[in-house]
Nanobody, 120 residues
Framework: QVQLVESGGGLVQPGGSLRLSCAASGSIFSINVMGWFRQVPGKERESVASINSGGSTNYADSVKGRFTITRNSASKTVYLQMSNLKPEDTALYYC??????????????WGQGTQVTVSS
């Protein structure tokens, strides 16, 4: 059983900052990619940022220069530092990892989501 536990969401004013965390536990071997997605009602889930095992990162154009993704491989934790937040960043944020299970199959795992609301 694999669990992704997210934390750090909440209500913040425009221009403010939040830090999301996601800790993975369970039968996970060799994490390839860790990332964050977000979704608003009526829209498709979109990729926000990702980081691979080598430390290379990718960001959505809408968050470049404002969000930073990092990971701690030893603790199987991924972080998303969000700065200069805008109302359009309001969404349910999901943690995602791509990792091999005990049978060495590549699997896609999701967290339960944490709400980020940017409003004055």
């Amino acid at each position: 059983q694999v669990q992704l536990v997210e934390s750090g969401g909440g209500l913040v004013q425009p221009g403010g900052s939040l830090r999301l965390s996601c800790a993975a536990s369970g039968s996970i071997f060799s994490i390839n990619v860790m990332g964050w997605f977000r979704q608003v009602p009526g829209k498709e889930r979109e990729s926000v940022a990702s980081i691979n095992s080598g430390g290379s990162t990718n960001y959505a154009d809408s968050v470049k220069g404002r969000f930073t993704i990092t990971r701690n491989s030893a603790s199987k934790t991924v972080y998303l530092q969000m700065s200069n937040l805008k109302p359009e960043d309001t969404a349910l944020y999901y943690c995602n990892i791509v990792a091999r299970d005990s049978a060495w199959r590549l699997r896609n795992y999701w967290g339960q989501g944490t709400q980020v609301t940017v409003s004055s």
